[in-house]
């Protein structure tokens, strides 16, 4: 069975700043500390990311994955797939953004859902949650406020 998380945080600029952040995948290893390096292997009509190739580090060792990007109706959110991996056999998730307030702030809702190819303690687990969340969100919320002030 997947482990699952879902994990909110509110961020101090409007959803579609945020959003930007989020779909510009090429520039995640300038503030995602983990990502160590992205390829873009296919984009949509719309020039968003459809298929991308990430290495990542993880648990002291590096992994590689592609992710299936899909976007629908809601234009702030945005959900993934894995399409293969090495280390895991499932990881599905979004973004989903959200006005907060007078709308000058974001309510981002991040949803994950990953399987590894091995079985893990669930302190090891646990602990890689943390820092993957930790990245989703709280490095997402750096760069996205950063970035308003420069």
Known sequence: ???????????????????????DVARYPEWATD????????????GRAGLVAYRAAAMGRSTNYVLRYYYGS?????AWRLAEGDVVSRM?????????????????????SVDMRVPLP????????ARIVHT???????????????
Do not use: C, H, W
């Open 35 to 46: 990502i160590k390096s992205v390829e873009i292997l296919r984009s949509d009509a719309d």
């Open 92 to 112: 599905d998730g979004e973004y989903l953004l959200e006005p907060a307030g007078d709308e000058s702030s974001t309510r981002v809702i991040y949803n994950l």
């Open 136 to 150: 989703a969100l709280g490095e997402l919320k750096a760069r996205a406020e950063r970035r308003v002030v420069t």
């Open 1 to 23: 069975m997947p482990d699952q998380t879902t994990q909110i945080i509110a961020i101090d600029v409007p959803p579609e700043l945020v959003f930007d952040v989020v779909l």
């Open 74 to 78: 809601n234009p702030l959110r945005v």
């Open 122 to 129: 669930g302190f090891v687990k646990r602990r890689a949650e």
